[in-house]
């Protein structure tokens, strides 16, 4: 019964350096998402993907990138890490679109950038 | 910019009572809307959808959807204390499910 799995958990990174939020999801869903929620805030999208190899700009994606070389997977790069990108980060997926199908979250990536 | 307002709260009821929970939006061409709950330091969970105007009842929640004057609302009856979580509004925009969310209304249950 894993859903969408998030690794690491948390995560304190420097200034300058570059990390890998790792997504999976096991439930055969075509779309995927990268949200940030930072304190007291609503999520912002960062990237989101509707299948293998076809990945697009949400609301805030500077300073990330993000690839979808399989279904399950889709991982969020974040190059040269600033303040600005402490958040937590949370990964999503979702069946094809319907009236009712929404999106379903992983657990969060707690990320420090110090 | 589209998007979604919330009062930040907190809202505080006791126990039994019934929270009322609001929500505007701002892209008419928005249809359907989601209510997620997150409790401190996880993740969000859906509660309920509505697409229609009206009333939609699920257990001790309804959530009324208002198109006209663009207001979504959530009731919550006979709130208990694991009621207490702040509950995030959104609204599914510009195709492939994607979202926009409110910041939040923090509720705190009261015994």
């Known amino acids: 019964n894993a859903g969408v799995t998030q690794t690491p958990k948390f995560r304190i990174l420097k200034i300058g350096q570059s990390m890998t939020l790792q997504c999976t999801q096991d439930?055969?869903?075509?779309?995927m998402y990268w949200y940030r929620q930072d304190p007291g805030m609503g999520l912002k999208l960062i990237y989101y993907?509707?299948?293998?190899?076809?990945?697009d700009k949400g609301e805030v994606p500077n300073g990330y990138n993000v690839s979808r070389s399989t279904t399950e997977d889709f991982p969020l790069r974040l190059e040269l890490a600033a303040p600005s990108q402490t958040s937590v980060y949370f990964c999503?997926?979702?069946?094809?679109?319907?009236?009712?199908?929404?999106?379903?979250f992983g657990e969060g990536s707690w990320l420090t950038v110090v | 910019q589209k998007e979604v307002e919330q009062n930040s709260g907190p809202l505080s009821v006791p126990e039994g009572a019934i929270a009322s929970l609001n929500c505007t939006y701002s892209?008419?061409?928005?249809?359907?809307f989601f209510w997620y709950r997150q409790y401190s330091g996880k993740s969000p969970e859906l509660i309920m959808f509505?697409?229609?105007?009206g009333d939609k009842e699920d257990g001790r929640f309804t959530a009324q959807l208002n198109k006209a004057s663009q207001y979504v609302s959530l009731l919550i009856r006979d709130s208990q204390p694991s009621d207490s979580a702040t509950y995030l509004c959104?609204?599914?925009?510009?195709?492939?499910?994607?979202?926009?969310f409110g910041a939040g209304t923090r509720l705190a249950v009261h015994p």
């Open positions: 999503a997926s979702s069946p094809d679109a319907g009236s009712g199908n929404t999106i379903y």
């Open positions: 439930m055969n869903h075509n779309y």
């Open positions: 993907s509707v299948g293998a190899g076809i990945t």
């Open positions: 892209d008419r061409g928005s249809q359907s």
């Open positions: 509505i697409y229609s105007n």
């Open positions: 959104a609204s599914r925009s510009g195709g492939y499910n994607k979202l926009i």
